[in-house]
Protein backbone atom coordinates (compact mmCIF):
# COMPACT_ATOMS: atom_id res chain seq x y z
CA UNK A 1 0.00 0.00 0.00
CA UNK A 2 1.77 3.07 -0.82
CA UNK A 3 1.43 6.19 1.26
CA UNK A 4 2.19 9.48 0.66
CA UNK A 5 3.36 12.31 2.55
CA UNK A 6 3.75 15.97 2.01
CA UNK A 7 5.67 18.36 3.53
CA UNK A 8 6.94 21.81 3.62
CA UNK A 9 4.21 24.23 4.28
CA UNK A 10 3.83 27.21 6.47
CA UNK A 11 3.17 30.82 7.17
CA UNK A 12 4.37 33.11 4.77
CA UNK A 13 4.13 36.66 3.75
CA UNK A 14 2.71 37.67 0.46
CA UNK A 15 5.03 37.65 -2.06
CA UNK A 16 7.26 34.64 -0.50
CA UNK A 17 8.12 31.49 -1.72
CA UNK A 18 7.44 27.76 -0.32
CA UNK A 19 8.61 24.57 -1.90
CA UNK A 20 6.24 21.74 -0.60
CA UNK A 21 7.49 18.14 -1.32
CA UNK A 22 5.25 14.72 -1.48
CA UNK A 23 7.38 11.37 -0.92
CA UNK A 24 5.67 8.17 -1.82
CA UNK A 25 6.27 5.08 0.12
CA UNK A 26 5.42 1.22 0.77
CA UNK A 27 6.29 -0.11 -2.40
CA UNK A 28 6.49 0.13 -5.57
CA UNK A 29 5.58 3.20 -7.09
CA UNK A 30 4.77 3.91 -10.49
CA UNK A 31 1.92 6.06 -11.07
CA UNK A 32 0.51 7.59 -14.47
CA UNK A 33 0.56 11.15 -13.11
CA UNK A 34 0.75 13.02 -8.97
CA UNK A 35 -1.28 16.28 -8.46
CA UNK A 36 -1.41 18.78 -6.11
CA UNK A 37 -5.18 19.87 -4.78
CA UNK A 38 -5.73 22.21 -2.32
CA UNK A 39 -8.41 23.34 -0.33
CA UNK A 40 -9.38 26.31 1.65
CA UNK A 41 -11.90 26.77 4.46
CA UNK A 42 -15.58 26.50 3.12
CA UNK A 43 -14.42 25.69 -0.63
CA UNK A 44 -14.28 22.22 -2.76
CA UNK A 45 -10.60 20.69 -3.26
CA UNK A 46 -9.60 22.07 -6.43
CA UNK A 47 -6.83 21.03 -8.95
CA UNK A 48 -3.79 23.12 -8.89
CA UNK A 49 -0.81 21.61 -10.83
CA UNK A 50 -0.05 17.25 -12.12
CA UNK A 51 2.94 16.06 -13.97
CA UNK A 52 2.63 12.50 -15.52
CA UNK A 53 5.73 10.31 -13.64
CA UNK A 54 7.25 8.92 -17.06
CA UNK A 55 7.59 11.56 -19.18
CA UNK A 56 7.02 14.37 -16.94
CA UNK A 57 4.21 16.14 -19.00
CA UNK A 58 2.85 19.06 -16.40
CA UNK A 59 -0.31 21.01 -16.01
CA UNK A 60 -1.78 23.74 -14.56
CA UNK A 61 -4.61 25.65 -13.18
CA UNK A 62 -4.60 29.26 -14.48
CA UNK A 63 -4.70 30.55 -11.25
CA UNK A 64 -1.01 29.14 -10.58
CA UNK A 65 0.29 29.30 -14.25
CA UNK A 66 3.55 31.47 -14.39
CA UNK A 67 3.85 31.03 -10.19
CA UNK A 68 3.91 27.26 -9.30
CA UNK A 69 6.17 24.81 -11.02
CA UNK A 70 5.94 21.31 -10.28
CA UNK A 71 8.68 18.40 -10.50
CA UNK A 72 9.62 15.09 -9.67
CA UNK A 73 12.57 13.14 -8.83
CA UNK A 74 11.99 9.42 -9.40
CA UNK A 75 14.67 8.08 -7.77
CA UNK A 76 13.65 9.69 -4.56
CA UNK A 77 9.81 8.98 -5.05
CA UNK A 78 9.00 12.29 -4.69
CA UNK A 79 7.23 15.33 -6.57
CA UNK A 80 7.67 18.65 -5.38
CA UNK A 81 5.70 22.16 -6.18
CA UNK A 82 7.86 25.11 -5.91
CA UNK A 83 5.41 28.07 -5.16
CA UNK A 84 6.46 31.52 -5.92
CA UNK A 85 4.70 35.18 -5.74
CA UNK A 86 2.32 33.61 -3.01
CA UNK A 87 -1.04 35.97 -2.17
CA UNK A 88 -3.29 35.27 -0.33
CA UNK A 89 -6.05 33.64 -2.58
CA UNK A 90 -2.89 30.86 -1.89
CA UNK A 91 -4.04 29.58 1.77
CA UNK A 92 -5.20 26.44 1.69
CA UNK A 93 -4.59 23.28 2.88
CA UNK A 94 -2.45 21.55 -0.05
CA UNK A 95 -2.73 17.74 -0.82
CA UNK A 96 -1.11 15.20 -3.27
CA UNK A 97 -2.42 12.28 -4.90
CA UNK A 98 -1.09 9.49 -7.31
CA UNK A 99 -2.99 8.41 -10.36
CA UNK A 100 -3.08 4.68 -10.77
CA UNK A 101 -4.09 4.75 -14.24
CA UNK A 102 -2.79 2.82 -16.96
CA UNK A 103 -2.78 5.52 -19.47
CA UNK A 104 -4.78 8.91 -19.80
CA UNK A 105 -4.14 11.53 -22.64
CA UNK A 106 -3.12 14.18 -20.24
CA UNK A 107 -3.40 14.41 -16.32
CA UNK A 108 -6.30 14.53 -14.91
CA UNK A 109 -7.87 17.34 -13.01
CA UNK A 110 -10.46 15.29 -11.49
CA UNK A 111 -10.13 14.25 -7.41
CA UNK A 112 -12.01 11.22 -8.21
CA UNK A 113 -9.69 10.01 -10.55
CA UNK A 114 -6.94 9.99 -8.09
CA UNK A 115 -6.31 6.78 -6.09
CA UNK A 116 -3.88 7.52 -2.92
CA UNK A 117 -4.02 10.77 -1.06
CA UNK A 118 -1.71 12.63 1.56
CA UNK A 119 -2.61 14.19 4.55
CA UNK A 120 -2.20 17.30 3.63
CA UNK A 121 0.22 20.53 4.61
CA UNK A 122 -1.16 23.81 5.58
CA UNK A 123 -0.12 27.03 3.19
CA UNK A 124 -1.26 30.12 4.16
CA UNK A 125 -0.30 33.53 3.45
CA UNK A 126 -0.40 36.60 5.14
CA UNK A 127 -1.38 40.25 3.44
Known amino acids: QVQLVESGGGLVDTGDSLRLSCTAS????????VAWFRQAPGKERSFVSA????????DYADSVKGRFTVSRDIGKKTVYLQMNTLNPEDTAVYYC????????????????????WGQGTQVAVSS
Open 51 to 58: ITWSIGKT
Open 97 to 116: AADRALYRASPSRRPPDYNS
Open 26 to 33: GGTFAPYA
